[in-house]
C-alpha cells in the first residue's frame, strides 16, 4: 500500500537483482518510467531528484 492507498502505477522489488541490472540501477532508490513495452524512457537518482527540489523551492518560495 502507498498512504494507505493502491499505487496508480506497479512496483517492483527484485531480490535476485535481475531488474536492476537490466535497466542500470545503481543506487537506491532509483525512480524508473517503463513504458509498457517495457522500455525505459526515464529514471532519476536520489540525488537528482533533490537538485530538483532544491532548485525549485527557491523558486516556489519566491512571491509572484
Do not use: C, Q
Not at 526515464?42 to 523551492?57: A, M, V, Y
Request: aromatic content about 10%; cysteine-free.
Amino acid at each position: 500500500e502507498w498512504k494507505g492507498l493502491e499505487p496508480p502505477f506497479p512496483l517492483i522489488f527484485d531480490s535476485t537483482g535481475r531488474t536492476h541490472r537490466a535497466y542500470g540501477v545503481e543506487a537506491y532508490p532509483t525512480t524508473l518510467l517503463v513504458n509498457p513495452d517495457g522500455k525505459l524512457v526515464g529514471r532519476i537518482t536520489p540525488e537528482e531528484f533533490r537538485e530538483l527540489l532544491l532548485k525549485d523551492s527557491d523558486r516556489l518560495s519566491r512571491p509572484d
